[in-house]
């Protein structure tokens, strides 16, 4: 059952991930076409092709490799200053600029000449080149805010799961109590295991987040209001200060203590349903530590590098590949969670994959779609500027002359590439 389950949980996420290729090239595809651009093929994968059928004047399929998709638009790249495709050259960076220029004119038929790509607006290449991640940022939201707010997600909440028996110190790392360690507030207060906390001096409480808030700032008496067997009871505390570890807009920072009020109990954690503004709230912090991660992703290949070929652990926010979320998304269904929870863990694991595809590809730089976007970005201020100052047209930016940059940035993502799939393979990250 256990290796049936780990089938199922690989290939519900390969169907997710296939989804969410079809999902952002279909935007690249919808905009081309709405601002006349021909495309001649829209594929899902890459390699052999294993299905393929023509509709009007484009062909749709999917291909063998399910790590990634593209559509060919006519004329990506301008004519060269000559005003021909196919010039040649010794140089082996102007043979990469004439290959891909050919490329983007491969296929083109007779009427063809307004229907190329970069004759449109900047302004429209902008938005067909944004619309493939956007689909993706879309198709996260979507889903995250589905999650958060239809299943639910594992909290802490402000039900009490354990009672400190008395006052410790948390930088002192230790969790027994010493001759002489006063009694803890809660303790003296006779809060007591499975009691909900629904009100503390008067306000009331639904969060854990703003309870904790409240406990940390206050010092001296308070009441505390407690859901106990169907009852509510009203319990005076004397709070404290101690040394508590800090938190960070909830998270904890690692060795850090602050003075803060104290009351000693800890939290019960459950699956709680989000509202809208929690969930927009989560939304947000997500897009923050995507955005982070995506930052520091240099300087965590180190340690990928010694967890693949040396024998360091694997760090649990390693960067990982499409093999690696797939064991993952294998390993889900094994969880020992409800199946509704199996199920929203999932989902979050595509919806992240999503996120992940906007950050990436909005990077200014070829061959991704943020350095199209930078090019037809450029062209507009240059078209704009020579406009301003009564000059001639300076006529579309030559984004093909960039090529050999963007075969030093592919190579960089294909070696990188390769180190997470090694790393997936050898030491993969685990859940369970």
């Known amino acids: 059952m256990t290796t049936l389950m780990t089938v199922l949980g690989i290939v519900v996420f390969v169907i997710g991930l296939l989804f969410s290729i079809a999902w952002h090239e279909l935007g690249h595809l919808s905009t081309a076409k709405l601002f006349g651009v021909r495309v001649p093929q829209y594929m899902v994968g890459f390699g052999p092709t294993l299905f393929s059928r023509k509709k009007g004047e484009t062909e749709y399929g999917v291909k063998a490799i399910p790590f990634g998709g593209y559509i060919r638009m006519i004329g990506m790249f301008p004519p060269g ?23 983007a004119f491969e296929e083109l038929q007779p009427g063809d000449e307004k229907r190329l790509f970069y004759t449109r607006a900047p302004w429209k290449r902008v938005i067909v080149m944004f619309a493939g991640p956007f689909m993706n940022l879309v198709l996260a939201v979507v889903v995250f805010m589905g999650v958060l707010m239809g299943f639910g997600i594992n909290t802490q909440t402000t039900t009490v799961s354990t009672v400190s028996d008395c006052v410790i110190s948390q930088n002192e790392n230790r969790d027994t109590c010493r001759k002489g360690d006063p009694a803890s507030p809660a303790k003296a207060a006779g809060l007591q295991p499975a009691d909900r906390i629904v009100a503390f001096d008067g306000e009331r409480i639904e969060e854990w987040s703003v309870l904790q808030e409240r406990i940390r700032e206050t010092t001296g008496p308070a009441t505390i209001t407690v859901e106990r067997a169907g009852e509510l009871k009203t319990l005076e505390a004397d709070l404290v200060e101690n040394r508590l570890v800090k938190y960070d807009d909830g998270r904890v920072i690692q060795d850090e203590y602050v003075t803060a009020g104290f009351l000693g109990f800890s939290p019960a954690t459950g699956v709680v349903q989000q ?16 955005v982070e991660a995506l930052i520091a992703l240099p300087s965590k290949i180190p340690a990928l590098w010694d967890a693949t070929f040396g024998d360091a652990e694997r760090e649990p926010d390693s960067p990982m590949g499409v093999v690696g979320a797939a064991r993952v998304g294998g390993e889900v269904f094994n969880l020992d969670i409800p199946p509704q929870q199996q199920v929203a863990t999932m989902l979050f694991l595509v919806a992240g994959f999503n996120l992940s595809l ?28 020579a406009r301003l100052f009564r000059r001639p047209d300076p006529g579309p930016f030559d984004v093909a002359k960039l090529m050999p940059v963007a075969y030093v940035v592919a190579g960089i993502f294909i070696c990188f590439t390769l180190l997470v799939l090694m790393a997936d393979l050898v030491n993969p990250v685990r859940i369970s």
């Open 275 to 290: 509202t809208f503004g929690q969930s927009v709230d989560r939304m947000g912090d997500m897009l923050t530590n995507g």
């Open 81 to 103: 200053e000559d005003g021909k495709v196919t010039t040649r050259s010794t140089s082996p960076f102007r043979t990469m600029i004439e290959d891909a220029r050919e490329a």
């Open 358 to 385: 906007f950050l990436f590809n909005m990077l200014p730089l070829l061959p991704l779609d943020g350095g199209h976007i930078a090019g037809a970005l450029w062209e507009s201020v240059r078209r704009h500027t």
